[in-house]
Nanobody
Framework: EVQVVESGGGLVQAGGSLRLSCAAS????????IGWFRQAPGKEREGVSC????????YYADSVKGRFTISSDNAKNMVYLQMNSLRPEDTAKYYC??????????????????WGQGTVVTVSS
């Protein structure tokens, strides 16, 4: 079964850091682009960052560039999102997903779609 499960969300003060983790199963990370998305209450879902773990190429939304870092541990089939200098506007539910958005951003064929249940990040001011 293809599955991704996120963890690591929580409450943090503005300026703080969190690291989100995504455990992938049923597929090999190196074969598909994968990324992190977020959705705040009342707002549209936003593609935050994407990664092709086979070659380490990354994509970041302008809103997080320079503050967030996506990475993977291919041996463990894990993806991470290190979030630094967090702002109240980063408050959202964060999802790990293999999705058309990341395939398009990374210029690869879209062959897999799977989404996790999400993990909530709350940044207090």
């Amino acid at each position: 079964e293809v599955q991704v499960v996120e963890s690591g969300g929580g409450l943090v003060q503005a300026g703080g850091s969190l690291r989100l983790s995504c455990a992938a199963s049923g597929f090999t990370l190196e074969e598909y682009p994968i990324g992190w998305f977020r959705q705040a209450p009342g707002k549209e879902r936003e593609g935050v960052s994407c990664l092709t773990s086979s070659d380490g190429r990354t994509y970041y939304a302008d809103s997080v560039k320079g503050r967030f870092t996506i990475s993977s541990d291919n041996a463990k089939n894990m993806v991470y999102l290190q979030m630094n200098s967090l702002r109240p506007e980063d408050t959202a539910k964060y999802y790990c997903a293999a999705d058309r958005f990341c395939a398009q951003r990374m210029g690869v064929r879209w062959r897999l779609e799977t989404w996790g249940q999400g993990t909530v990040v709350t940044v207090s001011s």
